[in-house]
């Protein structure tokens, strides 16, 4: 184990959008070696692999390579230096054939003309190295992802890489296909290749990997030989994040009638869910990212559709046909992507704001304009968002204060079921507990919450009850004074509680 | 060659049968001939749209280009009337040239989408058209018969004349589906218009892709700019080039180049030139009132596009299943 390091990192920071994300990340990747990288969503694993693999730029320290310092100034910079990173949607250019995948921006050439016949032999040489069904010739665009997996190995060999970091590849596999990836990943360890995993499958951290690197909050917090580290360690090294205030507990006794009850649901990404919200209640929904819980949630809101299973609302089976047909029975979501789905950035916070609510406030077309903004002042106000005023575009405000608009619009339609995804993230302290507060006073009200999170310490806060989703499915739940965040952890990873 | 040209090439034999049919006029030599003399300048224009397009982008300043060439160029022979042929056409494509690096700076560098800089620059280039000329035309006076003899005269078999702007036209074209073949630079074209992040994740230059994509549009429009004064023997600059670029556009939207980008073939760009030319006769010859002429014209262009839109969707059907 004492092989030299191929990549070394010291004091390494990297900042986002004027947000630290890496503090001080000191990571060495030696020959031969199989390094795990791994921690909570969010703790700034891919960010390491994307600064390896030249995407980001450091905002300070130093990256060495083989013990050089060297500035990795790009991708392409990256690959001439033998780095591969392999993505978890597979990089591929559907319009072109497999071997001009594989040599893309690199093409062989005899004389100045490229060789498309050595391209294919070439191609073929690797695909067969990797064992594959289908050749040089086939159409990217018709592979199956861990085909397309497998193009974007073949790119990586025929680039002769010796630094291979792999972000979240297994995600799209199935578990036939990940022991097929494994085994070629032991291939490459024994060629004398530095292997890094980016992965929260903790099976997977102890099925391949030597040596494990964790994550939290952006810093390391340690560098463990495998066998010296039990499951349970490795969970309790991830998580302990600070609970940054008591839970906010609900006025009521008790939680009022079932508002929504899912029976026994397949659909895209998640199968056999069953779960219950009731009125005046919050239910958290906890796991990876991955997990089907965005999944869950468009379903529910009608936007992608189960294949069988109950949904009832107040007891009554029904059909969410699409998000209109949500809205009208009484269904309010706040998506994960705030700027993607959630907000019209360059229009004005008045109209963000009670975009709900335009149809309710308009005669036979023209929209009531003193009402809308009385209503957005209104929500606006009881959330103490902070702006200037209501003309404002929405790009302006701060995280906190766009996330405050769209969940007050969200509540403008006095919805019986409010769904959030991640509502806090990227959301500074402050708000978040505002926010918290607020939800809590939405439930107190007699409104069905059910929200979606990553942020063990914000479940355990403002939640009534958590259910807990590992690859598609239920696996626990729990009341929220039961819960601590190595229970929910050990679940979300696919362990037991 | 694939179904999309094949399909393409039935059509355009499909139309010319039906026409003869209709009226044996239609292959007259002196109709062929008009056909022919109806697509040098088109598929010049088009051959250089057609990486702009393979890379989600367009160029609908090639009008103006063309106009710009042809004037400038018209300009030029006022003062120095003895400039050889091969001195014109060199001349022409660096203004070309020089165009297209402008449009290419302002899309690259200043990120203004290629729709809105080649809007405005169809403009702008408009206006300096008139500015380059004080808004006189050039007369045919002007221009030499050394150069409106290439439009006129070229190959003759069995009385149908193929000229040579057509054939330095088709040399261009062969030249282009060689190197969209075998360069290097068209591999990368192909790539990024594919999939522009993963591209710039594989090393691809995005900067230098779309460059030179918009500069060899402005060349190829420079080169036709030259073609016009051969081919009409005077030029207006209020008229010269002007509409052009919808039909440039069409041409290879007709010819199978995804619009959303990544694919498309030399020969299906081709064909498309050669669709709208045989239509354009076509119209006069089956005597199509001219008022009902661009209506036509606009349905082709929909009907080719919407042929495309469904064997997408059951391309991806297919995928799936």
Avoid at chain 1, 350 to 360: D, E, Q, V
Wanted: with cysteine; aromatic share 6%.
């Amino acid at each position: 184990m004492a092989a030299p390091a191929l990549v070394r990192t010291e004091n390494l920071n990297v900042e986002l959008g004027g947000l630290p994300i890496l503090k001080g990340i000191d990571f060495e990747l030696r020959a031969g070696e199989v390094h795990a990288i791994t921690g909570e969503n969010g703790a700034g694993k891919s960010t390491l692999a994307k600064v390896i693999a030249g995407i980001y730029q450091p905002a300070s320290g130093s990256i060495f390579l083989d013990g050089a310092a060297v500035t990795i100034k790009s991708p392409g910079d990256a690959i001439a230096k033998g780095i591969a990173l392999i993505h978890q949607e597979p990089l591929i250019f559907p319009d072109l054939d497999v071997a001009s995948n594989i040599f893309v921006g690199r093409m062989p050439r005899k004389a100045t003309m490229v060789d498309h016949a050595e391209a294919r032999r070439r191609a073929d040489i690797i695909l067969k190295q990797l064992g594959v069904s289908f050749d040089a010739r086939s159409d990217v665009g018709r592979l199956s992802i861990a085909e397309q997996q497998m193009v974007e190995l073949a790119t990586a060999m025929s680039e002769d890489a010796i630094v291979w970091i792999f972000d979240e590849t297994t995600a799209s596999l199935t578990p036939k296909e990940v022991a097929e990836l494994f085994l070629i990943i032991q291939e490459l360890k024994a060629k004398g290749c530095a292997i890094a995993i980016v992965t929260h499958h903790l099976d997977e951290v102890f099925e391949i990997a030597d040596t494990v690197t964790v994550l939290r909050d952006g810093t390391k917090v340690a560098e463990r030989a495998i066998h010296d580290l039990t499951q349970p360690e490795l969970v309790s090294l991830m998580v302990g994040r600070e609970i940054e205030q008591q839970h906010i507990k609900s006025a009521h006794a008790s939680p009022g009638a079932v508002m929504l009850s899912v029976e026994n649901l397949v659909g895209p990404g998640y199968q056999g869910v069953s779960i219950e919200v009731r009125e005046r209640e919050i239910v958290g929904l906890a796991g990876l990212v991955g997990a089907g819980r965005t999944e869950l949630a468009r379903s529910l809101f009608g936007i992608t559709h189960p294949s069988s299973g109950v949904v009832k609302v107040d007891g009554n089976a029904i059909h969410v046909k699409n998000p209109q047909h949500a809205q009208a029975l009484g269904f309010a979501m706040v998506p994960e992507d705030r700027q993607q789905h959630g907000l019209f950035p360059n229009l004005d916070i008045g109209y963000n704001a009670s975009a709900t609510i335009l149809r309710a406030n308009s005669t036979v077309g023209w929209l009531n304009q003193g009402k809308l903004r009385q209503a957005a002042l209104s929500i606006l106000e009881s959330f103490r968002t902070v702006y200037r005023n209501l003309a404002q575009p929405v790009s302006q405000l701060s995280g906190g204060n766009q996330q405050k608009t769209v969940i007050g619009r969200c509540l403008l339609q006095n919805p019986k079921l409010l769904i959030l995804d991640e509502p806090t993230r990227g959301v500074d302290v402050g708000a978040r507990r505002e926010v918290h507060q607020f939800l809590r006073k939405q439930a107190d009200d007699g409104k069905a919450i059910l929200m979606i999170s990553s942020d063990l310490p914000e479940l355990l806060t403002v939640t009534d009850r958590i259910y807990v989703m590992h690859q598609g499915r239920i696996v626990g739940q729990m009341p929220t004074g039961e819960a601590t965040e190595e229970k929910i952890m050990a679940l979300a990873f696919g362990g037991k509680a | 060659m694939k179904w999309r040209e094949l399909g393409l090439l039935a059509v355009v034999i499909v139309l010319c049968v039906a026409c003869t049919m209709k009226d044996r006029n239609f292959i007259d030599p002196h109709n062929i001939d008009s056909i022919l003399l109806w697509m040098p300048l088109l598929l010049t224009a088009a051959i250089g749209q057609f990486p702009v397009i393979v890379i989600r982008g367009i160029d609908i300043s090639i009008g103006s280009i063309i106009g710009l060439s042809a004037i400038a160029v018209g300009v030029l022979l006022k003062s120095h009337p003895d400039l050889g042929v091969p001195m014109l056409f060199a001349i022409g494509a660096t203004i070309g040239l020089i165009l297209g690096i402008l449009n290419g700076a302002l899309i690259t560098y200043a990120k203004i989408p290629a729709v809105v800089t080649t809007i405005g620059t169809l403009t702008l280039f408009r206006g300096l058209t008139y500015m380059v000329c004080g808004g006189d035309q050039i007369d045919a006076s002007l221009v030499p018969d050394r150069l409106t003899v290439l439009a006129h005269s070229g190959i003759t078999v069995r009385e149908v004349t193929v000229s040579w702007l057509l054939i330095f036209a088709l040399l261009l074209g062969i030249i282009t589906a060689l190197l969209a073949r075998f360069s290097q630079f068209f591999g990368n074209v192909f790539a990024y218009g594919s999939n522009p992040s993963a591209a710039y994740l594989r090393g691809i230059s995005p900067n230098k892709v779309q460059m030179a994509c918009y500069a060899l549009s402005g060349l190829t429009g420079g080169i036709a700019g030259v073609m016009f004064l051969s081919r009409f023997g005077n030029a207006s600059p209020a008229s010269a080039g002007s509409g052009f670029e919808l039909l440039v556009i069409a041409s290879v939207a007709i010819g199978g180049v995804k619009i959303t980008g990544g694919s498309g073939s030399t020969l299906g760009v081709v064909l498309g030139c050669a669709l709208l030319a045989v239509i354009n006769v076509a119209l006069v010859v089956l005597k199509v009132p001219a008022d009902y002429q661009t209506l036509v014209y606009g349905l082709t262009i929909l009907i080719a596009l919407l042929i495309d839109a469904l064997s997408r969707g059951v391309k991806k059907q297919g995928a799936a299943a």
